[in-house]
């Protein structure tokens, strides 16, 4: 162990100084940079040679440290994946809540109620002509807002369907990004783990960012990569990618999209994230409110006109066409291939055909056979049926609508005592057009002439009878909705639809509670502190000028010996 040897063990003070410095620096630099992994220096003292004095020959620095916990970043990811999720159904859920603006004076509870009041109050004045035009006014102010509560919800389902291509876009790109960065690292660091760190920042910041857009789990390899797996299906292997698709599938008349893998066609099991949050606002909190939206309509629809059909009016048409129709006109009529919303049934009805010159009305039976025969009639029967009738004309037309007139103009038509419920299933002589809460709507020649809307269940003047019974349908438990009164069954949808908003709000908020604990806790081991930072800025400065002080004695050492 001579001179020169002391110069060198100083030397290795220096280098191994200005490192430590180098990367305390580094670390004060990045304080305030995201997803930032604080950076320690390992020393170790480089071996002396073999001897009775084996001294050492100084230090070195044998790795640069990344301060970071696997398992907490684990769980901070799956935190933000929760928390992602959480904050897109309480947004959706907070939306829908909006559209229906209960507690209003424009709700949908005020315009049912205010509609089957105007039925009560036609009830006493039949014969006013503005009170049947009330009446078919509030029917069309509450078949407007079911239809902009349904355009509203597919409006809402729409766009989260176009944020879904977009989320899966982004979850194709930081898995390409991270396929990247693994062969970047396995090349950089070449079996030393670790020793890019600068990478591992990076590609720990692709897997954050990918944990908000869906649920994952991130294993690492003995060779510095990791392997992404959502589910129990791999996303990226090491520097692989399968990639995500869309399918589309037809749901309430959308083309709604399923995230699928493009290599098999399998599809993706989501549990969390963004993606997770959209999926289940789209195909659960919608599609659910839209159900009920659906159901409720439906039933309106059907039960006003299904007491509308068999009523009369003050003035009787001469030519009646249904507002609905059918698929295939040969089907029975209880036939899916029919293509009806609402199912008839085994029955009859009466046919009334009045002369408008004589006053004379002749009644005729018209018998719905509909008992699962060969003999079960289809529209085609029916109208045959109906064309048989003394003074009446009937059959279907191209586009599958019944249609009955008065054999001439004189002759007018209307119907009373249907047990069947065809009527109302074809929507003849209905004051609702529609069969759900898109397609709702009044009918036009009612609106035309409200003289036709059948308050009575004969052509009496001032018969009420029909207008009670449709006034009574807001108390009555309908078949149609399991039993519940209609208003009831509305207060159901919009009430569950509040309650579910609430509970979103609440899980998001202990959600985002428990990433806030997560992010504190990774910041506690992987954050930059300044004031720790500054103490080892002093340690190594001191070092430096320690080892520098110990090469300069050296140095005047070796200038004595050359000068001797």
């Known amino acids: 162990m001579g001179i020169y040897s002391a110069l060198s063990i100083g030397q290795t003070a220096l280098a191994a100084s200005q490192t430590a410095l180098e990367v305390v620096g580094n670390n004060i630099a990045n304080a305030s940079t995201p997803n930032y992994s604080r950076q320690d220096v390992q020393m170790v003292p480089v071996r002396g040679s073999r001897g009775a004095l084996s001294i050492g020959r100084g230090v070195q620095v044998s790795q640069i440290l990344r301060r970071y916990d696997a398992a907490i970043e684990a769980r901070l990811r799956g935190a933000m994946s929760d928390a992602n999720s959480k904050v897109v159904q309480q947004q959706t859920l907070d939306r829908l809540e909006g559209l229906y603006n209960e507690l209003t004076d424009n709700d949908l509870s005020s315009a049912l109620t205010g509609l089957f009041n105007s039925f ?9 002509l503005a009170v049947r035009t009330i009446v078919l006014e509030k029917a069309k102010s509450a078949a407007d807002l079911i239809v902009r509560l349904r355009q509203g919800m597919d409006e809402i389902r729409t766009e989260i369907n176009s944020s879904v291509k977009a989320t899966v876009e982004e979850v194709n790109r930081l898995a390409s990004e991270i396929a990247k960065l693994n062969i970047q690292i396995t090349e950089a660091e070449q079996g030393r783990e670790g020793s890019a760190p600068g990478l591992r920042d990076e590609r720990d910041s692709k897997l954050r960012d990918l944990s908000q857009l869906v649920a994952i789990r991130a294993v690492t390899q003995d060779n510095g990569s990791v392997n992404v797996v959502v589910g129990n299906q791999t996303l990226v292997d090491s520097q692989y990618v399968r990639e995500l698709g869309l399918t589309s599938i037809k ?6 999209s399923e995230v699928r893998f493009t290599d098999n066609g399998e599809k993706l099991t989501v549990l969390g994230g963004t993606l997770q949050g959209q999926l289940v606002s789209r195909d659960q909190w919608v599609t659910t409110q ?3 939206l659906d159901q409720m309509a439906s039933s309106l629809v059907f039960e006003v006109n299904r007491l509308h059909s068999e009523g009369i009016g003050i003035a009787q048409p001469q ?3 249904s ?3 059918v698929v295939d006109r040969t089907a029975a009529l209880t036939d899916p291939e029919a293509g009806m919303a609402n199912t008839p049934r085994h029955g009859s009805f009466l046919v009334h055909t009045t002369n408008t010159v004589s006053g004379l009305t002749e009644t005729t039976v018209i018998n719905v056979t509909l008992n699962g025969s060969a ?3 289809s529209l085609e029967s029916l109208a045959a049926k109906l064309d048989l009738v003394d003074n009446v004309s009937s059959y279907v037309d191209a586009t599958g609508h019944l249609v009955i007139e008065g054999s001439t103009s004189e002759y007018r038509v209307s119907f009373t005592e249907d047990t069947s419920e065809v009527l109302a299933c074809l929507g003849v002589n209905g004051l609702f057009t529609g069969y759900d809460s898109l397609t709702i709507g009044v009918a036009d020649e009612l609106m035309k002439d409200p003289m036709r809307l059948a308050a009575g269940l004969s052509d009496k003047p001032g018969d009420s009878e029909n207008a009670l019974r449709m006034a009574a349908l807001a108390d009555a438990p309908l078949r149609t909705l399991g039993g519940a009164l209609l208003l009831d069954y509305h207060k159901q949808g919009s009430t569950r639809l509040a309650v579910n908003t609430a509970a979103a709000r609440s899980a998001r908020t202990s959600s985002e509670a428990f990433m806030a604990t997560m992010s504190d806790q990774r910041e506690s081991i992987s954050g930059v502190n300044l004031d720790e930072e500054a103490i080892n800025l ?3 400065q001191k070092a430096f000028a320690a080892a520098a002080k110990f090469m300069s004695a050296m140095s005047e050492m070796i200038d004595k010996i050359m000068d001797i």
């Open 290 to 292: 839209v159900d009920y």
């Open 319 to 321: 030519s009646i066409r």
């Open 375 to 377: 003999a079960d009639d």
């Open 323 to 325: 507002n609905l129709f």
């Open 120 to 128: 009560s109050e036609l009830a006493t004045n039949p014969q006013d």
């Open 538 to 540: 002093i340690r190594y």
């Open 251 to 256: 749901d309430h008349g959308l083309g709604v």
